[in-house]
């Protein structure tokens, strides 16, 4: 089964003061595109639990517009502030929840790697990698905030996983442990889709 055929993957980037996200449609036969990106500002809510059903609001209303196959989202990063990380992964949580309401398989991916796959280095910083997406996607600027670009790295990532399981048909979290392809390997296999500057 060809899992990168007529899917539309979301990706998301959590945070409780902004948080990203991405809608990447992938054609059978064709190279992927945004159909949207943008952010989520959370700053002027100080409730805590206000800011989560803002998120949850969010990811209702995208899921309704754009009917996701997939939820790619990256998994909170490990902070020395166990308060920042509770919250983090609380609204992680809160849209993983969202997409398995509506039977979207969730797929989690590390920092580490969705950066991996897009620019080739685990360690790129948030620039590097929405450079790196600008040129893939042949951006004419890059958004405001890296935490949309980001959220389309961990859509990116996810479709470049070339043998990604099955998902459940009960839309159950799967977690992809392995390194299945990379932004070099698109590049490499697609020369004739990558513009320069």
């Given at each position: 089964m060809d899992h990168t055929a007529d899917r539309i993957i979301m990706g998301i980037d959590p945070g409780t003061s902004v948080l990203g996200y991405s809608m990447l449609q992938c054609p059978k036969n064709g190279t992927p595109r945004i159909l949207a990106l943008g952010v989520l500002k959370l700053n002027k809510f100080q409730d805590h639990y206000v800011r989560l059903r803002k998120i949850y609001e969010r990811a209702v209303s995208l899921i309704d517009e754009f009917h996701p196959d997939e939820l790619a989202i990256e998994a909170p990063f490990y902070a020395k502030n166990v308060q920042s990380m509770l919250k983090l992964g609380r609204a992680q949580g809160t849209v993983i929840t969202v997409a398995l309401s509506r039977s979207i398989p969730v797929f989690e991916y590390a920092p580490r790697k969705i950066k991996l796959a897009v620019t080739g280095k685990g360690a790129a910083s948030k620039e590097q990698v929405a450079r790196m997406l600008q040129?893939?996607?042949?951006?004419?600027?890059?958004?405001?905030?890296?935490?949309?670009?980001d959220a389309l790295a961990a859509s990116v990532c996810h479709y470049f996983q070339k043998e990604l399981p099955v998902p459940p048909a009960s839309g159950t979290a799967r977690r992809t442990t392995s390194h299945k392809g990379s932004w070099n390997d698109f590049v490499r296999n697609n020369p004739d889709r990558i513009v320069t500057t």
């Open positions: 040129t893939m996607f042949h951006m004419d600027g890059l958004p405001e905030y890296f935490d949309a670009t």
